[in-house]
C-alpha cells in the first residue's frame, strides 16, 4: 500500500486511526465493565431470589417444603416470564419440588458435593429443551450444622446477553462512522491549517535571485504558521540584504582593481607618445611600480577576505598577547615616526589566547596602520587587560574621529565616508580585523566622536 503523500492526506487518515483505536479503547474497557456489572447483578438477583425461597422453607415430618406452592401460585406465571425457576433438593440430590420454565436443567455432582459441604455455588449452562443459556445458583439449607436440604435458583442470562449485543452492536457502529467524521474534520481541519504553508511553497517556488524584495507579509498569527512565515520574511530580509552587501562588494572591487590599472594603461600610453628621457622612464616606472604595489595589496586583501569567507582558519596554538601586541607596534614605529605621531603600548604580562597568530598579527596591523594613517598629530595609544575570562585591546587615536552618519558602515567592505579618510587604502582592513576576530570567537567595536578620536577595542577569549 503506497504511503500517502501530502501532509493534508497523512494528517487526515492519523487522526481517523487515532480517532478509532481511542473509540476501540472506549468501547472495549464500556463492554467489559458493562457486562461485569450485568453478571453481578445477575447474581444478585439470584441471591435474593434464593434468599426469599429459604425463607418460605418449611419441615414437615422430616419432608422440606417451601411454602409457595410452585405448581398452583398464581406466581407462576410471572417466574416463566423472568425466565425464573426454583428447585428444592435432598440432600441426596432427589427433587423435592420445582417449577419454572427451566426445570430440564440438571445439576451437577461437583454442585451437589459443594452444597453438602455448605458451600453455594455459580454455574453457567445451557437449557437443553429451550437452548437457553441461564445461571444456577445451588445453596445449602443448613439446620443445625447441617445441610437438610438444597435450594437450586435459575435465571436466563438472555437479557444480559441481548443487553450486551445490542450494546456490541453499537459500539461496532459507532466507531467507522464516528472515524469517518473525524477524518472529515481533520481534511477541513488540515486544509485551513496548511493552506498558509502552500501559500509559502508557492511563494518560495516564484522567488529567483533577480527579486528578493517581496514579503509573505501574512496576517499577525500566533502560532507555528505564523512564526515559520514571520522567520520566512526574516530570511528573505537577510538574503536581500546579503545580495545587495554582494552585489556593492563586486562592484567596488571591480572598480578598485580597475583603478590602478587604469592608471597603469595611462602611464604607458602618455610614456609612449614620444621618446622620453631616461628620468621621465625612471618616474614612469616609479609610478607604475607604486599602482601594482596598490593593486597586490588590494588582491591580497581580497583573498584574505575570500578565505575568512569560506571558513578558512590556519593552525591554532596558544599566543601569547603580551609579547605579541608590543612587537606589532615596534613594526609600526616608522610609519607613525612618519607621520610626526607617538606610538605607545601598555600590556601586561600573561595574555594569552588561542588562535592563529598571524592571523592575529594582521587584525593588529590593520587596525593600528589605519589609526596611524587618519591621526594627523599627537598619540596612538594600545592599551590590554584581562577581564571575565577574555583580553582586550584598545587602540585610540587622537584623530579627527567619524561622523556619526558613517560609524554604522565602518566595518563594511569598501565603505568610504569621508573622502579625505580614502587616500591610500583599500577600504578593507577593519572588514579583515572583523572577519579575524569573529573567527577567534571574539569580536571587535569601535566608538569615535567627531573631533574627539577613535577607539577600537578587540575582545578575545582567554586561553583556559
Same mark, same amino acid.
Given at each position: 500500500?503506497?504511503?500517502?503523500?501530502?501532509?493534508?492526506?497523512?494528517?487526515?487518515?492519523g487522526?481517523?486511526a487515532?480517532?478509532?483505536i481511542?473509540? /476501540?479503547?472506549?468501547?472495549l474497557?464500556?463492554?467489559?465493565?458493562?457486562?461485569?456489572?450485568?453478571?453481578?447483578?445477575?447474581?444478585?438477583s439470584?441471591?435474593?431470589?434464593?434468599?426469599?425461597?429459604?425463607?418460605?422453607?418449611?419441615?414437615?415430618?422430616?419432608?422440606? &417444603?417451601?411454602?409457595?406452592?410452585?405448581?398452583?401460585?398464581?406466581?407462576?406465571?410471572?417466574m416463566?416470564?423472568?425466565?425464573?425457576?426454583?428447585?428444592?433438593?435432598?440432600?441426596?440430590?432427589?427433587?423435592?419440588?420445582?417449577?419454572?420454565?427451566y426445570?430440564?436443567?440438571?445439576?451437577?455432582p461437583?454442585?451437589?458435593?459443594?452444597?453438602?459441604?455448605?458451600?453455594?455455588?455459580f454455574?453457567?449452562?445451557?437449557?437443553?429443551?429451550?437452548?437457553?443459556?441461564?445461571?444456577?445458583?445451588?445453596?445449602?439449607?443448613?439446620?443445625?450444622?447441617?445441610?437438610?436440604?438444597?435450594l437450586?435458583?435459575?435465571?436466563?442470562?438472555?437479557?444480559?446477553?441481548?443487553?450486551?449485543?445490542?450494546?456490541?452492536?453499537?459500539?461496532?457502529?459507532?466507531?467507522?462512522?464516528?472515524?469517518?467524521?473525524?477524518?472529515l474534520?481533520?481534511?477541513?481541519?488540515a486544509?485551513?491549517?496548511?493552506?498558509?504553508?502552500?501559500? #509559502?511553497?508557492r511563494? @518560495?517556488?516564484?522567488?529567483?535571485?533577480?527579486?528578493?524584495?517581496?514579503?509573505?507579509?501574512?496576517s499577525?498569527?500566533?502560532?507555528?504558521?505564523?512564526?515559520?512565515?514571520?522567520?520566512?520574511?526574516?530570511?528573505l530580509?537577510?538574503?536581500?540584504?546579503?545580495?545587495?552587501?554582494?552585489?556593492?562588494?563586486?562592484?567596488? @572591487?571591480?572598480?578598485?582593481?580597475?583603478?590602478p590599472?587604469?592608471?597603469?594603461?595611462?602611464?604607458?600610453?602618455?610614456?609612449?607618445?614620444?621618446?622620453?628621457?631616461?628620468?621621465?622612464?625612471?618616474? /614612469?616606472?616609479?609610478?607604475?611600480?607604486a599602482? /601594482?604595489?596598490?593593486?597586490?595589496?588590494?588582491?591580497e586583501?581580497?583573498?584574505?577576505l575570500?578565505?575568512?569567507? /569560506?571558513?578558512?582558519?590556519?593552525?591554532?596554538?596558544?599566543v601569547d598577547?603580551?609579547i605579541?601586541?608590543?612587537?606589532?607596534?615596534?613594526?609600526?614605529?616608522?610609519?607613525?615616526?612618519?607621520?610626526?605621531? &607617538?606610538?605607545?603600548?601598555?600590556?601586561?604580562? =600573561?595574555l594569552?589566547?588561542?588562535?592563529?597568530?598571524?592571523a592575529?598579527?594582521?587584525?593588529?596591523?590593520n587596525?593600528?596602520?589605519?589609526a596611524? &594613517?587618519?591621526?594627523?598629530?599627537?598619540?596612538?595609544?594600545?592599551?590590554?587587560?584581562?577581564?571575565?575570562?577574555?583580553?582586550?585591546?584598545?587602540?585610540?587615536?587622537?584623530?579627527?574621529?567619524?561622523?556619526?552618519?558613517d560609524?554604522?558602515?565602518?566595518?563594511?567592505?569598501?565603505?568610504?565616508?569621508?573622502?579625505?579618510?580614502?587616500?591610500?587604502?583599500?577600504?578593507?582592513?577593519?572588514?579583515?580585523?572583523?572577519?579575524?576576530?569573529?573567527?577567534?570567537?571574539? =569580536?571587535?567595536?569601535?566608538?569615535?566622536?567627531?573631533?574627539?578620536?577613535?577607539?577600537?577595542?578587540?575582545?578575545?577569549?582567554?586561553? #583556559?
Amino acid at each position: 500500500m503506497r504511503r500517502p503523500r501530502t501532509l493534508r492526506a497523512r494528517l487526515t487518515l492519523g487522526i481517523a486511526a487515532l480517532v478509532l483505536i481511542a473509540i /476501540a479503547a472506549f468501547g472495549l474497557v464500556v463492554y467489559y465493565v458493562t457486562a461485569q456489572r450485568l453478571s453481578r447483578s445477575l447474581d444478585d438477583s439470584l441471591r435474593t431470589n434464593a434468599a426469599q425461597a429459604i425463607a418460605g422453607t418449611s419441615s414437615e415430618n422430616g419432608r422440606l &417444603k417451601l411454602a409457595l406452592d410452585l405448581e398452583t401460585d398464581a406466581t407462576t406465571g410471572d417466574m416463566h416470564a423472568l425466565g425464573l425457576s426454583v428447585r428444592l433438593l435432598n440432600p441426596d440430590g432427589t427433587v423435592v419440588q420445582q417449577s419454572g420454565p427451566y426445570a430440564s436443567v440438571g445439576t451437577q455432582p461437583a454442585e451437589l458435593d459443594a452444597a453438602r459441604e455448605g458451600a453455594s455455588t455459580f454455574a453457567t449452562r445451557t437449557d437443553p429443551t429451550a437452548g437457553t443459556r441461564v445461571k444456577v445458583l445451588t445453596k445449602p439449607l443448613v439446620e443445625d450444622g447441617r445441610t437438610v436440604g438444597i435450594l437450586q435458583v435459575t435465571l436466563s442470562r438472555e437479557p444480559m446477553l441481548s443487553t450486551l449485543r445490542q450494546l456490541r452492536l453499537t459500539l461496532l457502529v459507532m466507531a467507522p462512522v464516528t472515524a469517518v467524521l473525524a477524518a472529515l474534520l481533520g481534511y477541513l481541519l488540515a486544509r485551513r491549517v496548511l493552506a498558509p504553508l502552500e501559500r #509559502i511553497t508557492r511563494f @518560495a517556488g516564484a522567488i529567483s535571485v533577480d527579486d528578493l524584495s517581496s514579503r509573505l507579509d501574512l496576517s499577525p498569527r500566533e502560532d507555528e504558521v505564523g512564526l515559520l512565515a514571520s522567520t520566512f520574511d526574516d530570511m528573505l530580509d537577510r538574503l536581500d540584504d546579503s545580495f545587495h552587501r554582494e552585489r556593492r562588494f563586486v562592484a567596488d @572591487a571591480s572598480h578598485e582593481l580597475r583603478t590602478p590599472l587604469a592608471a597603469v594603461q595611462a602611464i604607458l600610453t602618455v610614456t609612449r607618445e614620444r621618446r622620453r628621457s631616461a628620468e621621465e622612464y625612471e618616474r /614612469a616606472l616609479d609610478d607604475i611600480g607604486a599602482e /601594482a604595489e596598490r593593486l597586490r595589496t588590494l588582491v591580497e586583501a581580497l583573498l584574505e577576505l575570500a578565505r575568512a569567507d /569560506a571558513g578558512e582558519v590556519g593552525e591554532w596554538e596558544r599566543v601569547d598577547l603580551s609579547i605579541l601586541l608590543p612587537d606589532v607596534c615596534a613594526s609600526l614605529e616608522v610609519l607613525a615616526h612618519e607621520r610626526g605621531l &607617538k606610538l605607545t603600548s601598555g600590556v601586561p604580562d =600573561h595574555l594569552v589566547v588561542n588562535g592563529d597568530a598571524d592571523a592575529l598579527v594582521r587584525l593588529f596591523v590593520n587596525v593600528l596602520e589605519n589609526a596611524i &594613517k587618519y591621526t594627523d598629530e599627537g598619540v596612538v595609544a594600545l592599551t590590554a587587560s584581562a577581564e571575565d575570562g577574555c583580553v582586550r585591546a584598545a587602540i585610540a587615536d587622537t584623530g579627527p574621529g567619524i561622523a556619526d552618519d558613517d560609524l554604522p558602515h565602518v566595518f563594511e567592505r569598501f565603505y568610504r565616508g569621508d573622502p579625505s579618510r580614502a587616500a591610500g587604502g583599500t577600504g578593507l582592513g577593519l572588514s579583515i580585523a572583523r572577519q579575524i576576530a569573529t573567527a577567534h570567537g571574539g =569580536h571587535i567595536e569601535l566608538t569615535s566622536e567627531s573631533g574627539s578620536g577613535t577607539t577600537v577595542t578587540v575582545t578575545l577569549p582567554a586561553a #583556559i
